[in-house]
Antibody
Framework: EVQLVESGGGLVQPGGSLRLSCAAS????????MNWVRQPPGKGLEWVAN????????RSVDSVKGRFAISRDNAKNLLYLQMNNLRAEDTAVYYC????????WGRGTLVTVSS | DVVLTQSPLSLPVTPGQPASISCRSS???????????LFWFQQRPGQSPRRLIY???NRDSGVPDRFSGSGSGTAFTLQISRVEAEDVGVYYC?????????FGQGTKLEIK
């Protein structure tokens, strides 16, 4: 059974940091582009970052560039999102997404940035 | 960034009737390899999104054949031939021809 399980979300003050993790199982993780997509409460979807299977390519949207970093550990089937200098507008459910001929989504982890 | 504009944003439909959602792109989605990376996603209430359609018109595994996609260049359409109660949710178009990948605003389908 394919599973993507996100963890690491929670309440953090503006300017703080969080590290999200996504544990993958049931598919060949190391062959998939991996992605983070977020959804602010009651709003639409926004692509945040992606990383190639071999970790050579990694990109993030301008709104998080310089603050968020995506990485992966293919030996452990783990995807990460290091989030620094968090802002109120980063409040969202963060989804892990495996992209290939088929796609797999996690259930998401909620990040709330508030004082 | 590529802007995807969906219409309508709200779509009340009687069960058994057809439904259609438009997605227009601010620029061509034809990639240098000749493919058009336009996708459709469904997000049911309280659930994660799931992909329905890839590269304009190809249904993902397990997607009922009442869902179909069409279009080219900058104009695309998702059609549901006969809406069922389980189709309630928000539908998004998405492109990954250009970085950053972008989604449309979403169309909320509800049952009348």
């Amino acid at each position: 059974e394919v599973q993507l399980v996100e963890s690491g979300g929670g309440l953090v003050q503006p300017g703080g940091s969080l590290r999200l993790s996504c544990a993958a199982s049931g598919f060949t993780f190391q062959t998939y582009w991996m992605n983070w997509v977020r959804q602010p409460p009651g709003k639409g979807l926004e692509w945040v970052a992606n990383i190639s299977p071999d970790q050579i390519e990694g990109r993030s949207v301008d709104s998080v560039k310089g603050r968020f970093a995506i990485s992966r550990d293919n030996a452990k089937n783990l995807l990460y999102l290091q989030m620094n200098n968090l802002r109120a507008e980063d409040t969202a459910v963060y989804y892990c997404l495996a992209w290939g001929h088929v796609t797999y989504w996690g259930r998401g982890t909620l990040v709330t940035v508030s004082s | 960034d590529v802007v995807l504009t969906q219409s309508p944003l709200s779509l009340p439909v009687t069960p058994g009737q057809p439904a259609s959602i438009s997605c227009r792109s601010s620029q061509s989605l034809i990639a240098s390899d000749g493919n058009t990376y336009l996708f459709w996603f469904q997000q049911r209430p309280g659930q994660s999104p799931r992909r329905l359609i890839y590269t304009i018109s190809n249904r993902d595994s397990g997607v009922p054949d009442r869902f179909s996609g069409s279009g080219s260049g900058t104009a695309f359409t998702l059609q549901i031939s006969r809406v069922e109660a389980e189709d309630v949710g928000v539908y998004y178009c998405m492109q990954h021809t250009h970085w950053p990948h972008t989604f449309g605003q979403g169309t909320k389908l509800e049952i009348k």
